[in-house]
């Protein structure tokens, strides 16, 4: 049986690869994507959407553009340091075929899920400034969402701060309306992402399948690991995370991660904090669980699943 998901982005090189799974899994039916602003201003990210659908020959999954700004706070993005890592094009041929639907990304999340059977899982794998601004609008959407999987959060370390994750820390308020909006949460954090990394070795199986997709990922995951090596280090050279994959890869297969059944939190009023997914692993706040927050992932699976879904054509 397939899932049906939307997958909102913020299109760098790890949501490319995000994208490229969802669209191409024969478990995934891939209803649309929504951008939002992160990685780089939400034009980019909407015009890398395209340029991915584009590439691997399916230009007819609507895109819809999404939040310019956070909730409350000033546009971060251009300190944001993963920018080596992504760049504000992705290298890819400009989009001719995808074309971006015309609406709100906000407007046509609402009327997809008030529409639907209650089927779409939610995917957001950037900054949920759209999910939230979407929750606040018509609130009614929460009964129609079965799950949301979330790219973000770390426990352990953070990559934007010493103790947040870009996604969650680009706009915090946000985040914060999400985790607590009560509906069935699943979170892949750094934790979880740093520990399923995608070596050179990897990039050349990947490049090796002949795909479109197993192209643009071994060139996108192979930027990423020069980007990592030399700007923020993992315990091994020569391999980076493809964080936003890895969700994806959630939906598919709930085993790539190990997940634990936490009250989880978001820091919007600390000076050094800000944006820390504060994790309750011994309840101390006497708050019920909320999330299932993962900790760890099974790295020869998640690529094996990449390499597998990656050598599928349209
Ligand atoms: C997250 O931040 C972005 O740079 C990536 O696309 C990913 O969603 C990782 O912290
Ligand atoms: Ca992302």
């Known amino acids: 049986m397939t ?55 399916l230009p007819d999954i609507p895109v819809h553009q999404g939040m310019s700004r956070p909730l409350a706070r000033a546009q971060m993005t251009q300190i944001n340091p993963a920018s080596r890592i992504h760049g504000d094009l992705l290298d890819l041929p400009e989009a001719r075929t995808a074309t971006l639907q015309p609406g709100h990304g906000v407007d046509w999340l609402i009327d997809t899920y008030l529409a639907s059977d209650g089927d779409i899982t939610l995917v957001p794998v950037g900054p949920l400034t759209n999910i939230a601004t979407a929750i ?81 990922a071994a060139r996108f995951i192979e930027k990423r690991i020069d980007g990592y090596d030399s700007t923020q280090p993992m315990h091994r050279a020569g391999a980076a995370p493809v964080h936003d994959a890895l969700a994806v890869c959630a ?45 760890d992932a099974d790295e020869p699976m998640f690529v094996r699943m990449l390499t597998e879904i990656l050598g599928r054509t349209a």
């Open 3 to 57: 899932t049906k998901i939307i997958l909102d982005v913020d299109t760098g090189t790890d949501d490319a690869v995000a994208l490229m799974v969802a669209a191409l899994s024969p478990d995934i039916e891939l209803i649309g994507a929504t951008t939002v602003n992160g990685n780089t201003a939400v034009h980019f990210c909407t015009e890398n959407t395209l340029r991915v659908f584009d590439w691997i020959g």
């Open 136 to 216: 606040q609008k018509e609130p009614a959407i929460l009964e129609k969402i079965p799950e949301i999987v979330i790219m973000g959060g770390a426990h352990d370390h953070g990559n934007s701060t010493a103790s947040a994750e870009f996604n969650i820390w680009l706009d915090p308020e946000a985040a914060r309306i999400v985790v607590n909006c009560g509906r069935p949460i699943r979170m892949v954090p750094l934790d979880a992402t740093h520990r399923a990394l995608v070596s050179l070795d990897d990039c050349r199986a990947l490049r090796a399948l002949g795909t479109p997709a197993g192209e643009a």
């Open 251 to 295: 939906v598919i297969d709930p085993t790539v991660i190990t997940t634990h059944f936490i009250p989880v939190d978001v820091e919007t009023g600390g000076e050094l904090s800000i944006g820390r997914t504060v994790c309750d692993f011994r309840f101390r706040s006497g708050r019920p669980a909320n999330v299932q927050f993962a900790m």
